[in-house]
């Protein structure tokens, strides 16, 4: 069936670096553009990033100061994302989400936790 | 960057009942705007695309209306299962942007 599966996430010190991945499956995940999106504890929804279907396009949410990188790998069926110089305020559940109108598949969500 | 505001932030509608849910964009974003449900517990599911457009196996107690900058969500006779959170969000510029959610609760 079609699934998006993250993985990564964790208790992170702050200023650390940590890269979030997403295990796509039952879909030709080479076709679709694909999203990360964040919800800190008890928030709502925050946009972070897109990639093309093909890689060559990226788009990022405005706050994130250059400190996040999306990337994709199409022969392993898998989304990236590398978060540098972590902060308390990226304590959050991170998704990876299929889609460039509409996001029509989730993954379950990997939570990250900023502490020392 | 296009600000998403919804309204009530929470309501508060007893079963079976009609609830509609409010969106407004700061500017417009044509009709390029969808709905999420987010359960307790959950990832978000997709209900509306399109403003209107009911996603894949979304039940027909779900529509959506509006265009421009003023959108609604309408749930026509609420079951259990629709009390969650619901998210707005327009897909018409960078960055996207979504609603600070309005979470529909039991009466």
């Known amino acids: 069936q079609v699934q998006l599966v993250e993985s990564g996430g964790g208790v992170v010190q702050p200023g650390r670096s940590l890269r979030l991945s997403c295990a796509a499956s039952g879909f030709t995940f080479s076709s679709y553009a694909m999203n990360w999106v964040r919800q800190a504890p008890g928030k709502g929804l925050e946009w972070v990033a897109v990639i093309s279907n093909d890689g060559t396009n990226k788009y990022y949410a405005d706050f994130l100061e250059g400190r996040f990188t999306i990337s994709r790998d199409n022969f392993k069926n898998t989304l990236y994302l590398v978060i540098n110089s972590l902060r308390a305020e990226d304590t959050a559940v991170y998704y990876c989400?299929?889609?460039?109108?509409?996001?029509?598949?989730w993954g379950q969500g990997t939570m990250v936790t900023v502490s020392s | 960057e296009i600000v998403m505001t919804q309204s009530p932030a929470t309501l508060s509608v007893s079963p079976g009942e009609r609830a509609t849910l409010s969106c407004r964009a700061s500017q417009s974003v044509s009709s390029n705007l969808a709905w999420y449900q987010q359960r307790p517990g959950q990832a978000p599911r997709l209900l509306i695309y399109g403003a209107f457009t009911r996603a894949t196996g979304i039940p027909a107690r779900f529509s959506g209306s509006g265009s421009g900058t003023d959108f609604t969500l309408t749930i026509s006779s609420l079951q259990s299962e629709d009390f969650a959170v619901y998210y707005c969000q327009q897909y018409n510029n960078w960055p996207r942007s979504f609603g600070q959610g309005t979470k529909l609760e039991i009466k």
């Open positions: 989400a299929r889609g460039m109108n509409g996001f029509d598949i």
